[in-house]
């Protein structure tokens, strides 16, 4: 039976993000975990008499089960909170005896009336915020007498932060998880953690993450027993100058600079990739933030060129070793990413410190073609992006990053790249210096990024930027900023991800 118990709500249309199925429990005291039944779903629809269009009707079911009726309303709706901001709606739906119910309620702003907020829990658990969008009564029954809309009320997807939580991948320090980091990964949930050994903001006086091999293994260990949703772990280990598992701390392998890498031949570079990817594996890193694919127009650019970090100023080299590069990591299971679109070798700046535009250097056909090349031959783990400006792409001068002509009509539209994009570190100095970080992230999204990079490698450390970068997220699509389809598609991608690469089932 399904009941109306207070008012009924205006119309809606709150599509929710996309699911995210987790893997079987490994994390169960118990040996042998029962498995619990899956979290109901439910539909509710809403009619509205193209007749009489200031009355709407309500009917519910449970997925696959029956409809049932739940009344009618005149609109608006009229109870008022205190503040009279918002119009109210609550009822309660429940589906026989033995099925839990789930009880709905409804916000509608009075300044936006075609602007719903939706909340609903199964009845005595917690509220969780469902996705809100502008309300779109545009299906017609087929009598033509009603238009109507519908949602999907399903409880074993994520919430909207926890989904937005799954688009940001952080760094923190600690080489084991103290009670700050413990907190942050249950509270926001990332999507991964980026593993350091430098701690940035004390200078080195503090440890970061990585000390020697019996310590990295036990830290990354420890990270997917606390996160309720196994993560990504990723670490910078391109070879020669940037590379975190180093000699002195005890790890065997001694990986040679891109550079050095693209003046051999791309067998070697397969041989050597697939080393690393292997010792990667065996301390629990799933992804390598690399190859560089940027082309070494300018050899002594400060971010590239000068630390080697370039297979070559011949963007058949860089493609070549690049796709070696990426070949030995997926034999072992271990993410890539190409770096930093759409192009950072002609750079006389480096963006880690301030804007770096390269409207006048920048070489468009030789810096696109890795990129071009191996998404055209099938590639599709993630790209990052650069936080470049350059005019030429996009006259309003933004950073790539922040470009939605650059991240999505360039690179997905005129490139067909299909894959997750990561931004490069947001708290970099040409984003932060230029933008609130927030702010930034939010833009980010817009552009076309589906994980926001937050390093926590720039003083002061705070990891409390974590939480206020997801909640910034959230408020932008509650204000129609970022749309509920926005969110669901970065979450498929990073879900996909995670699949393919075993990180859940």
């Given at each position: 039976m399904i009941r109306l118990l207070r008012f009924a709500a205006c119309a809606l249309a709150v599509p929710f993000v996309a699911a995210l199925l987790l893997a079987p429990s490994a994390r169960a005291d118990s040996h042998e975990a029962v498995a619990a039944p899956p979290p109901p779903a439910f539909e509710l629809r809403i009619w509205q008499n193209v007749a009489d269009p200031a009355r709407l009707a309500y009917s519910a079911r449970p997925v696959g089960g029956s409809w049932t009726a739940l009344g009618t309303v005149p609109l608006p709706l009229d109870h008022l909170t205190p503040s009279r901001t918002y119009r109210l709606g609550e009822f309660s739906l429940a589906t026989g005896p033995d099925a839990p119910s789930i009880d709905v309620f409804i916000v509608q702003s009075v300044d936006t009336p075609d602007l719903i907020y939706l909340n609903a829990r199964l009845s005595g658990g917690s509220w969780r915020a469902f996705v809100p969008r502008r309300l779109d009564l545009s299906e017609?029954?087929?009598?033509?007498?009603?238009?109507?809309?519908?949602?999907?009320?399903?409880?074993?997807?994520?919430?909207?932060?926890?989904?937005?939580?799954?688009?940001?991948?952080?760094?923190?320090?600690?080489?084991?998880?103290?009670?700050?980091?413990?907190?942050?990964?249950?509270?926001?949930?990332p999507g991964g953690v980026i593993l350091f050994d430098y701690d940035g903001p004390s200078g080195g006086a503090e440890d970061r993450n990585i000390t020697d091999p019996e310590?990295?293994?036990?830290?990354?260990?420890?990270?997917?027993?606390?996160?309720?949703?196994?993560?990504?772990?990723?670490?910078?280990?391109?070879?020669?100058?940037?590379?975190?598992?180093?000699?002195?701390?005890?790890?065997?392998?001694?990986?040679?600079?891109?550079?050095t890498l693209g003046?051999?031949?791309?067998?070697?570079?397969?041989?050597?990739?697939?080393?690393?990817?292997?010792?990667?594996?065996?301390?629990?890193?799933?992804?390598?933030?690399?190859?560089?694919?940027?082309?070494?127009?300018?050899?002594?650019?400060?971010?590239?060129?000068?630390?080697?970090?370039?297979?070559?100023?011949?963007?058949?080299?860089?493609?070549?070793?690049?796709?070696?590069?990426?070949?030995?990591?997926?034999?072992?299971?271990?993410?890539?990413?190409?770096?930093?679109?759409?192009?950072?070798?002609?750079?006389?700046g480096d963006t880690h410190i301030g804007v770096t535009d390269v409207t006048a250097t920048y070489q468009r056909a030789d810096e696109l073609e890795p990129y071009r090349r191996l998404i055209a031959e099938?590639?599709?783990?993630?790209?990052?992006?650069?936080?470049?400006?350059?005019?030429?792409?996009?006259?309003?001068?933004?950073?790539?990053?922040?470009?939605?002509?650059?991240?999505?009509?360039?690179?997905?539209?005129?490139?067909?790249?299909?894959?997750?994009?990561?931004?490069?570190?947001?708290?970099?100095?040409?984003?932060?210096?230029?933008?609130?970080?927030?702010?930034?992230?939010?833009?980010?999204?817009?552009?076309?990024?589906?994980?926001?990079?937050?390093?926590?490698?720039?003083?002061?450390?705070?990891?409390?930027?974590?939480?206020g970068v997801r909640d910034a997220i959230a408020r932008a699509v509650s204000g129609g900023l970022i749309s509920a389809e926005r969110i669901r598609e970065s979450l498929e991608r990073i879900t996909e991800l995670k699949r393919e690469y075993g990180i859940i089932e």
């Open positions: 017609l029954s087929p009598s033509g007498r009603h238009r109507y809309t519908g949602i999907t009320l399903d409880f074993g997807r994520l919430p909207l932060r926890d989904a937005i939580g799954q688009m940001l991948l952080v760094g923190f320090r600690g080489v084991a998880l103290d009670a700050e980091s413990s907190a942050m990964l249950s509270s926001v949930k310590q990295l293994s036990a830290l990354t260990a420890e990270l997917q027993v606390d996160s309720a949703i196994p993560l990504f772990i990723a670490i910078d280990a391109e070879g020669g100058y940037v590379n975190r598992l180093r000699t002195r701390y005890g790890f065997p392998l001694v990986v040679p600079s891109a550079q003046e051999g031949s791309p067998e070697d570079t397969a041989a050597i990739a697939a080393e690393l990817a292997a010792e990667l594996s065996a301390y629990g890193i799933n992804w390598n933030l690399a190859p560089v694919v940027d082309v070494n127009i300018d050899p002594d650019s400060p971010a590239i060129g000068y630390w080697e970090r370039s297979f070559g100023a011949d963007p058949e080299v860089v493609t070549a070793h690049a796709r070696a590069f990426i070949e030995g990591h997926r034999e072992h299971g271990v993410i890539t990413v190409l770096k930093h679109f759409p192009g950072h070798g002609s750079a006389a099938g590639y599709d783990a993630p790209v990052m992006t650069a936080h470049i400006v350059n005019r030429n792409l996009d006259e309003r001068a933004l950073p790539a990053t922040l470009s939605r002509l650059i991240m999505t009509d360039l690179l997905r539209g005129e490139i067909g790249f299909e894959g997750l994009v990561l931004s490069d570190d947001m708290q970099m100095g040409a984003i932060v210096t230029e933008y609130g970080l927030e702010e930034a992230a939010v833009e980010a999204i817009i552009a076309g990024v589906d994980i926001i990079l937050l390093a926590n490698q720039s003083a002061p450390y705070d990891l409390a930027v974590v939480a």
